[in-house]
């Protein structure tokens, strides 16, 4: 199991849950945030301080959001593992699923 990052971070790009992980699993793409499923170790720290509550344990993805489970790991599928997302700065990609959305509007 893993968290997962969902439509809400789309476009916003917080990084509050990045300076929140204590292993350093979750990798900016151009348009959203995504948690390596493999480097998680599952502690939950990113989730409270999400402040657009973009951040579900998998389990517990809004029905309407459980394609970004997919978006989350398969976003890894070329990148593998490498072992923390601060050396690899900003990843000029995105899962094709996101890169299609409209932009999202911003509150």
Known sequence: MTYVVAQPCVDVKDRACVDECPVDCIYEGNRMLYIHPDECVDCGACEPVCPVEAIYYEDDTPEEW?????ANVNFFDDLGSPGGAAKMGVIEADHPFIAALPPQNQE
């Not at 459980?66 to 997919?70: D, L, N, P, S």
């Open 66 to 70: 459980k394609e970004y489970y997919t």
